[in-house]
């Protein structure tokens, strides 16, 4: 039978071209629309090491003729962000508040930094690793429920005895510490000496998160090290604020704090400004890495066009050959052919050329990931090594472009195959 | 002759109903995405009030300093440093106007009112009025000599001006911007959302913002005319040189000046090195993406117009047989082809207007209820766009096979053999 239709498919082979670059070239952009689909679904829908659900960064405003810098300012500063952590922590529903430097996630503030592993020197055979820098207040790890598996979170600094420094993992399994280029064992630390705005801290990890903490806008994943953010770190207008709502209190929660809180947040020479979602901030990055909503579907009309494109050159070219090849059908009707078998010929010739058209396709697109052919052309990928994309993303996009291209074309053909069968056999005997 | 193709086209249309539809949908649904593309594009570079000066403005708005011997690099995409717009931008003397912009998060308090609003300010110089072409619907724009004693004046657009003041006259009333009292001396009226330069909740002289020397500027350099563009960058290119000289080891890159079609498409790095790489990446995007959007529909016509020529084999044999010529031949399958594809790009046009209106969002960025101006649409490069697209997919489709039925000998033709 594949025989017999690979001979039906060669006799007509000048209108079979078309159909075959037709089949080739939506075969590939249907592969990368997917790839690119799944890669931003991934990247929507993954997670993060943040829980944000019912978390908001509340935006505070210095007033004109202050300024952040002023010493009189900068002396209180501690006292205001404490007096407006009271004021907010008694206000109905506020489950955790806590103030950060660089570690807001999504917020676009980030501090890169170098950490030396298990050595109180740097030296020429000791590895740095590039991590990045983060300095939070006791509450964060409340915040964004960011679970340690082991230690506790950071104690305030008063009952502090001893330096704290909290490390994630980079990697998806946890295990690793570091970044993607230079790693080391997580378990195998003791000891961590890290450079920050306080100058170099040397203590062993107090605390390790259980997942990595991967935000959406950093490219290549690394891992944080986090130090206690000093008092004199305290600031209003620079730090990112962070809070927590009860899932009952969060409803049209930023209107009703704004309205309700906003005399009792003028602190000194501060004022509230707004409060945000953090879900927004991460909408924010998704959209500026071009997987956003618009990208999104974007794709999908692209995708829709060369379907509805297929759909309609399968149906007129094989509308086509039925006509011109009614003699032929008639004959085999002629001599015993059921209608279901002439269908099952028209139908298998699509499926066919389709399987063709498959294999070569297939191979374009591989071959065309293993070059940069794609990213100069302006379609956003990433580095599948180092986010851990393997061939089963592969698998997937020829499962899903050709059972989509199965669905299609036979949807195509079934019109003109039904309009085959139903020729008549004395068509055969008027042909000349 | 062209009369007898058009009746003849007409006719081959009727005989065969089915692939007359599928063939017309094709082209399309073809015509509809590429006139979508570019009425998109088309949109954000025309020039409608107020931007109406678009073709003759150049943009300047990054500003990256790199120290050479310690390789810090510091920059800001968003602005220009004040002191910097005044030490060496505005000096130059080819544009016809030097406007700074610098937009600001306020929030304000309409007199007599306990209610706070945050919005977005423009805060500008006087010139900008004469950038930008607004309609007063009452009172006027501050001065150049409002502008530069810092008077603390505001201009609101109409939604603004109801939303703080509801129906009372707005003019000569106060509001506090910031905790300051600001009075408003205009009302302009409603601005479509996709000028987005000159768009803002209200406007104020940037000189009546406090520390406004510590702020960060947009820059629009107006020329006289397009011709003065090479002059305007040289211009720029030797502010960079001077400021590179004077401030060692820094070197500076203002990134610009961008024209309005690049400006659109900056992707918003500090470089110019990246911005032009980003440029061209987005060309071959381009290139690409309309490549595709012809290439695959005229596979498709391409069988269609192949299997349709088949048929017809025997009367283009007898034409060929009386004396026709084979350009003749090709022109008049490809004349025939045309009309298929005028008629569908035609109902692609309409289309994509549907597609804009609906698809706003997506397509243009702006809100649903954003007005689109109507120049934008219907014009003169529109149409001709239209045309070439139908023209270059008419000749995607059917130039093959008309080429081959054209060459091919008067007894294969008229023996219906294309096999060879």
């Known amino acids: 039978m594949i025989q017999h239709l690979f001979t039906i498919i060669w006799n007509e082979r000048r209108s079979n071209t078309w159909i075959l670059l037709e089949y080739i070239v939506v075969f590939c952009v249907l592969w990368f629309c997917c790839d690119y689909t799944f890669i931003a679904l991934r990247t929507y829908m993954r997670e993060d090491g943040f829980d944000i659900n019912h978390t908001y960064r509340i935006e505070m405003g210095i007033k004109p003729d202050c300024q952040s810098d002023d010493s009189t300012i900068k002396s209180q500063a501690y006292f205001y962000a404490q007096t407006l952590t009271e004021r907010v922590k008694r206000y109905p529903g506020i489950e955790a508040i806590s103030f950060a430097i660089c570690a807001f996630p999504y917020f676009g503030c980030y501090s890169s930094g170098e950490a030396i592993i298990n050595s109180d020197s740097s030296g020429a055979d000791i590895p740095i690793y590039r991590i990045r820098a983060a300095q939070v207040s006791s509450g964060f790890s409340d915040v964004f429920r960011i679970k340690l598996r082991e230690g506790s979170g950071f104690k305030p600094e008063e009952e502090s005895t001893q330096p704290q420094i909290i490390i994630t993992p980079f990697d998806h399994k946890g295990k690793r510490f570091g970044n993607f280029y230079e790693s080391v064992d997580i378990d195998s630390i003791k000891t961590i000496l890290t450079d920050q705005r306080r100058g170099q801290i040397l203590a062993p990890p107090s605390g390790i998160t259980e997942r990595p903490i991967k935000e959406i806008g950093v490219w290549s994943p690394l891992s944080y090290v986090c130090i206690p953010l000093p008092r004199e770190g305290y600031d209003l ?50 959209d500026d890495l071009n997987y956003g909503e618009g990208q999104l579907f974007s794709t999908y009309v692209i995708m829709g066009f060369v379907i509805i494109n297929v759909f309609l050159g399968i149906l007129g070219s094989f509308w086509f050959r039925i006509q011109s090849r009614r003699s032929e059908i008639g004959l085999r009707i002629a001599l015993g052919s059921s209608k279901r078998k002439v269908q099952q010929l028209v139908v298998g010739e699509t499926l066919l050329l389709l399987v063709l058209a498959a294999t070569i396709g297939t191979t374009i697109c591989l071959n065309l990931f293993t070059t940069n052919l794609i990213g100069t052309l302006g379609i956003p990928t990433i580095d599948r090594n180092e986010w851990g994309i393997g061939w089963e993303q592969d698998l997937l996009n020829f499962l899903i472009v050709f059972g989509f291209l199965t669905i299609t074309s036979i949807g195509a053909v079934l019109y003109p195959a039904r309009k085959a069968s139903e020729i008549s056999p004395s068509e055969a005997l008027r042909s000349e | 002759m062209y009369r007898i193709y058009f009746k003849q086209a007409l006719q081959m249309l009727k005989q065969n109903p089915f692939i007359s539809i599928i063939s017309i949908l094709g082209t399309a649904l073809a015509i509809m995405m590429i006139m979508t593309v570019i009425v998109t594009s088309e949109i ?103 502008f530069e004693s810092g008077l603390r004046a505001a201009v609101l657009r109409e939604r603004t001006a109801r939303m703080l003041f509801k129906d009372e006259n707005p003019i000569g009333k106060s509001m506090e911007v910031n905790f300051l009292p600001y009075r408003i001396v205009g009302v302009v009226k409603e601005i479509s959302p996709l000028a987005k330069e000159s768009n803002a909740a209200f406007w104020i002289p940037y000189t009546s913002l406090p520390q406004y020397e510590n702020d960060i500027f947009r820059i629009m350099l107006l020329a006289r005319d397009k011709s003065d563009f090479p002059k305007i960058k040289q211009e720029i290119a030797d502010v960079e040189r001077k400021y590179t000289l004077a401030n060692p080891p820094l070197v500076l890159d203002l990134n610009g000046p961008l024209e309005h079609r690049h400006e659109v498409l900056n992707p918003g790095y500090p470089h110019k090195t990246k911005t032009e790489h980003a440029l061209r990446v987005h060309k071959r995007k381009t290139v690409l993406l309309f490549s595709l959007l012809l290439l695959v529909p005229a596979l498709n016509l391409s069988g269609f117009s192949l299997s349709r020529l088949r048929k017809r084999l025997d009367e283009i044999g007898i034409r060929k047989a009386f004396g026709a010529r084979r350009h003749v031949i090709l022109i008049h399958v490809l004349f025939e082809n045309l009309i298929t594809t005028l008629i569908g790009g035609a109902i692609g046009l309409l289309l994509s207007y549907l597609a804009i209106f609906s698809l706003r969002r997506w397509l243009l960025e702006i809100s649903a209820d954003g007005t689109i101006p109507g120049q934008a649409l219907v014009s003169f490069p529109v149409f001709l766009a239209v045309f070439a697209a139908c023209l270059l997919l008419n000749l995607f489709s059917a130039g093959i096979p008309a080429y081959r039925v054209a060459r091919m000998p008067i007894v294969d033709s008229l023996m219906q053999n294309d096999k060879k």
């Open chain 1, 237 to 286: 207008y620079w730090n990112q604020i962070a809070i927590r709502v009860a899932p009952e209190a969060d409803h049209d929660f930023p209107e009703r704090f704004i309205k309700e809180m906003r005399d009792q947040l003028n602190i000194g020479p501060y004022y509230l400004v707004s409060v945000v979602p953090t879900q927004k901030y991460r909408q924010e990055n998704i």
């Open chain 2, 44 to 146: 954000q570079n025309a020039s409608f009030a107020p931007e109406v000066n678009r073709d003759r403005t150049l943009y300047l708005h990054t500003f990256t300093t790199w120290d050479t011997i310690t390789n810090i690099q510091n920059s800001n995409s968003t602005g220009i440093p004040y002191s910097f717009c005044k030490d060496y931008i505005l000096p130059i003397k080819t544009p016809e106007l030097i406007v700074e912009t610098d937009l600001c998060q306020t929030i304000v308090k309409p007199e007599g009112s306990n209610d706070i609003h945050l919005l977005e300010a423009l805060g500008t110089d006087a010139d900008f009025w004469e950038l930008y072409t607004f309609t007063f619907v009452q009172g006027k724009p501050y001065s150049q000599e409002e």
